[in-house]
T-cell receptor, first 113, second 115 residues
Framework: DQQVKQNSPSLSVQEGRISILNCDYT??????FLWYKKYPAEGPTFLIS?????DKNEDGRFTVFLNKSAKHLSLHIVPSQPGDSAVYFC????????????FGTGTRLKVLA | DVKVTQSSRYLVKRTGEKVFLECVQD?????MFWYRQDPGLGLRLIYF???????EKGDIPEGYSVSREKKERFSLILESASTNQTSMYLC??????????????FGDGTRLSIL
């Protein structure tokens, strides 16, 4: 049972436009959510996080939005750049549990120059 | 900067061999994790450890074991390699002392092929 889902396997966006990556989850007890970026032949690198007590967190070109009632989070990248082309994973953690994260299946973003 | 180092980037082994994947982190993190990444399946947790000599099964532990004799080192062992264990293996670590919600830091992965 996939508790964290990324329903879009891939996404193509024109350079300079907004990229929106989506993630849905089923467990309302998740307390922290993270986004990672992964280039081929490299490990995932942490991008941005959000706590369940917030609905928005911003870091430069990256903003994460959390809609708890819909059990949905999204990552917005504005403006998109060719270097953003990578696979993006969302992950969720139960603060009251262990330090494990449950990862989504990933979305491959391609930013076209 | 946190450094998580996996001993091999690419590895080719034969069916039935015992395979060792090594991971070392230099940030004194308590938690260490082994994942495998497969197309369309994302990152799936194999095993994790929250202290020396402590381990817990993740979502797909079958066919694997782990060893954590020292805090900085976490080894993944394929007891008898099979072709369905061909995958990208990723090691990660994270601290405990800064509370929950801390990101995990990943190594660059080992691409393992079982022939």
């Amino acid at each position: 049972d996939q508790q964290v889902k990324q329903n879009s396997p891939s996404l193509s966006v024109q350079e300079g436009r907004i990229s929106i990556l989506n993630c849905d989850y089923t467990n309302s007890m998740f307390d922290y959510f993270l986004w990672y970026k992964k280039y081929p032949a490299e490990g995932p690198t942490f991008l941005i996080s959000i706590s369940s007590i917030k609905d928005k967190n911003e870091d430069g070109r990256f903003t994460v939005f959390l809609n708890k009632s819909a059990k949905h989070l999204s990552l917005h990248i504005v403006p998109s750049q060719p270097g953003d082309s990578a696979v993006y994973f969302c992950a969720a953690n139960l603060a009251s549990g262990t330090y494990k994260y449950i990862f989504g299946t990933g979305t491959r973003l391609k930013v076209l120059a | 900067d946190v450094k998580v180092t996996q001993s091999s980037r690419y590895l080719v082994k034969r069916t039935g061999e015992k395979v060792f994947l090594e991971c070392v982190q230099d940030m004194d993190h308590e938690n260490m994790f082994w994942y495998r990444q497969d197309p369309g399946l994302g990152l799936r947790l194999i095993y994790f450890s929250y202290d020396v000599k402590m381990k817990e099964k993740g979502d797909i532990p079958e066919g694997y074991s782990v060893s954590r004799e020292k805090k900085e080192r976490f080894s993944l062992i394929l007891e008898s390699a099979s072709t369905n264990q061909t995958s990208m293996y990723l090691c990660a670590s994270s601290p405990t002392d800064r509370g929950p919600g801390q990101p995990q830091h990943f190594g660059d992965g080992t691409r393992l092929s079982i022939l």
